[in-house]
């Protein structure tokens, strides 16, 4: 006869009972904004701390900002005209009018657009948040008058913060409608003193973070789940690395039959500020008394643990910052071209997501007031774009891309997919980092200049393949 189960045994999952082997765990376990404000500014702190002080750390976050905003994200305008066809005149004055406020975004004058994205995607590693705030240059030499002034996460505040409406509430500095969490507001305090909180606005300010749970108003860094880890595992090696060093640099300790009388030496020695001990390159020689002997030292820590001591502290960081292994260590030997491949395809489809949000919360919001100011200042002579303004937003942003890691089969791969009809030629550039339009209108001028030297594209080529510097490489 079986054994009788209550009711209230299957209404609970297995990992919610209390065991024997959980020990006195219980987990705890709050509101995301209640978490983010008790932990928030301390794993802001270890993260820098890590970032400046382990290099792997330091390297993950450059992989990523790499690998996600590369140079600068780069726009391609596809805007369309009132009959709802492509506009290439207007896309072009656009483009044009969006690199020159690239120039001068920063209202410091000291960062270009494309490296204020670069910030904001480290910020977003390190403090799991970033923010721009919307002002206005009264510089009469600038294209718009619209210009970017970057805030530190730290700088936000709840002290001294007044709401202006009583259905408002104020947590972390974020100002927020009570009933349906609309952001109505920042309080940013004085970074160089403890004056009054400033009150900005959220429709001037950008605030960039990952959301991982409902109602959530502040970001916390990817990299916190590593940070435990990361401290331990740093301590380990450095213990390790003293531990070889140490243990090749003593080469013999001194044996005594009188004890007394070598601390009696000792201390006068140390008293006439005479210790003869010397060093000869790696290994240290003490001088004995009568009576003493000798005894070398062994290595106990031979040099062949280090390796997958240090792979394995590298696995692990890998997996909590999110890096592949071989880019994180830059250890590529004994790997072949189809397994480059598949770490390379692997971290790629891991940063999609990443890439995407970074163009929502940064590069999008950035243009559209670009194109505001850049309307208003009559900059851009778009009538009824405050009626509808989404045909003239159409954009294409064009994330960095890693060069193939092998070119040729990439090539022929790509030219079958789109025989097949798979692919399409601008699916096929954009995979290189590209705009269809612009490598077309480069090879018209590739040919224009042929045809003005009286040359061919067939003799061009030909002298390309047999120069010097290709037949070296092939």
């Not at 904001?120 to 705030?133: A, L, V």
């Not at 397994?339 to 940064?362: T, W």
């Not at 018209?444 to 042929?450: G, I, L, V, W």
Request: glycine fraction near 6%.
């Amino acid at each position: 006869m079986g054994s009788v189960v209550s009711l209230k045994d299957f209404k609970r999952y297995a990992a919610g009972k209390p065991s024997r082997s959980g020990g006195d765990w219980r987990p705890v376990d709050s509101g995301i904004n209640d978490l983010i404000s008790m932990a928030g500014p301390t794993v802001r702190a270890k993260v820098r701390q890590l970032i400046r002080d382990f290099p792997y750390f330091a390297r993950a976050k450059r992989i990523i900002t790499d690998f996600t905003v590369g140079e600068g994200i780069s726009l391609q305008s596809r805007a369309s005209g009132a009959d709802g066809k492509y506009n290439k005149r207007l896309a072009q004055q656009i483009e044009d009018g969006y690199r020159w406020f690239c120039d001068e975004a920063d209202i410091a004058g000291k960062l270009h657009l494309k490296e204020m994205e670069r910030l904001s995607r480290d910020q977003d590693t390190e403090c799991g948040e970033y923010f721009y705030i919307k002002t206005r240059s009264k510089n009469r030499n600038r294209y718009v008058p619209l210009a970017l002034q970057m805030y530190e996460a730290d700088w936000l505040t709840t002290y001294g913060a007044q709401v202006k409406n009583r259905n408002h509430r104020i947590e972390q500095g974020v100002e927020f409608h009570a009933e349906t969490g609309e952001v109505k507001a920042y309080h940013f305090t004085d970074p160089n003193g403890y004056g009054k909180p400033q009150r900005i606005e959220a429709d001037q300010v950008i605030h960039g973070f990952e959301t991982l749970r409902p109602g959530q108003l502040r970001g916390i860094s990817p990299f916190t789940p590593g940070v435990i880890v990361t401290e331990d595992l740093k301590d380990c090696m450095e213990g390790e690395i003293d531990g070889f060093k140490y243990a090749s640099k003593w080469l013999a300790i001194v044996k005594s039959m009188d004890p007394v009388a070598r601390q009696k030496a000792l201390t006068t020695k140390e008293a006439n500020f005479l210790q003869p001990i010397e060093e000869l390159e790696n290994g240290i020689i003490e001088y004995v008394n009568p009576g003493e002997d000798v005894h070398l030292m062994a290595n106990p820590r031979p040099s062949g643990n280090l390796e997958p001591f240090v792979r394995l502290i590298l696995s692990m960081l890998s997996v909590s910052t999110g890096v592949p292994y071989e880019l994180l260590s830059g250890d590529y030997h004994c790997l072949n071209w189809a397994v480059i491949k598949v770490v390379r395809a692997d971290f790629k489809h891991v940063l999609k997501p990443v890439s995407a949000r970074h163009i929502r919360q940064n590069c999008q919001p950035i243009f559209r007031a670009f194109m505001d100011d850049a309307v208003l200042s009559n900059r851009l002579n778009i009538p009824g774009y405050f009626f509808n303004p989404y045909p003239y937003l159409k954009a294409v942003w064009q994330p960095p891309v890693a060069d193939p890691v092998d070119k040729l089969r990439d090539v022929k791969a790509d030219i079958e997919e789109m025989q097949q009809n798979l692919r399409s030629p601008q699916e096929v550039v954009a995979a290189r980092g590209r705009q269809l339009e612009d490598v077309l209108d480069e090879i018209a001028d590739a040919k224009k200049m042929m045809k003005d030297r009286g040359l061919t594209m067939e003799e061009v080529s030909t002298a390309l393949a047999n120069n010097p510097a290709a037949l070296q490489k092939d």
